[in-house]
């Protein structure tokens, strides 16, 4: 058994190699495994071996880390007569840089008096998107092939509501961006108007004066 398991997405840059080696014949000879890194041979002296019964359990961390990438280890060893392993092959996607993730609206501490808010933006191919409401999920989110994204809110909160997207790579790193709405139904009131001066003169100039509160 080989980890990081073949088609693995990790979000470290350098990950643990491990390996199972076992014989139950002539038994395993570690001073022949040959363990490379995208065929880079990793010398022996930096790779730990416990004994175990029937053979051998390894691991190796990589001194220098690795690119965002996809990488390919492959392993053999020889048993003590000599007859060596058939390859062992993993593959595995090291995505260790955050999404991104770009909002084009809602803006951010908007006012509006409609209950209907679609949040629209983009990320990278292959991202999911969340999207929550005042901290419940909102559903589904559809990404296109170019990351365009799209979803229809409604707000029911009046006054202040929060929305938070989140874009996820498949390691499970995140970008997260929030825009608070202001949702405002209820309507002005005049609550004073006055005349100056008062009474007033025919013909001459006079302003009206309207006090309103929300």
């Known amino acids: 058994n080989v980890t990081p398991t073949n088609g693995a997405y990790l ?3 350098t990950p643990t190699i491990t390996a199972q080696l076992r014989d139950n014949d002539s038994g395993v000879d570690i001073t022949t495994l040959e363990l490379k890194v995208d065929d880079v041979k990793v010398a022996n002296d930096k790779i730990t071996n416990t004994s ?3 053979g051998y359990n390894i691991s190796y961390t990589p001194d220098v ?4 990438a996809s990488h390919t280890v492959t392993m053999t060893v020889k048993d ?7 390859v062992a092959t993993t593959t595995f996607t090291i995505m260790t840089t955050a999404p991104t993730l770009t909002i084009t609206s809602p803006t951010d501490n908007l006012k509006t008096n409609q ?8 990320t990278g191919a292959g991202i999911t998107v969340t999207i929550s409401l005042n901290g419940t999920d909102v559903g589904a989110v559809t990404v296109s092939g170019d990351g365009a994204f799209s979803k229809e809110v409604t707000l029911s909160t009046e006054g202040e509501n929060v929305i938070k997207i989140v874009a996820t ?3 499970g ?3 997260t961006v929030t825009r608070t709405v202001i949702y405002d139904i209820t309507p002005p009131e005049i609550t004073a108007v006055t005349i100056t001066p008062n009474p007033v003169d025919c013909g001459n100039t006079y302003v009206i004066s309207v006090e309103l509160s929300e």
């Open 115 to 122: 209950a209907a808010c679609t949040v629209t933006g983009k």
């Open 65 to 68: 880390a690795l690119s965002d």
């Open 169 to 171: 790579n498949k390691a």
């Open 11 to 13: 979000d470290t840059s």
């Open 80 to 86: 003590h007569d000599g007859n060596l392993s058939t």
């Open 173 to 175: 790193v995140t970008s």
């Open 52 to 54: 175990v019964i029937g």
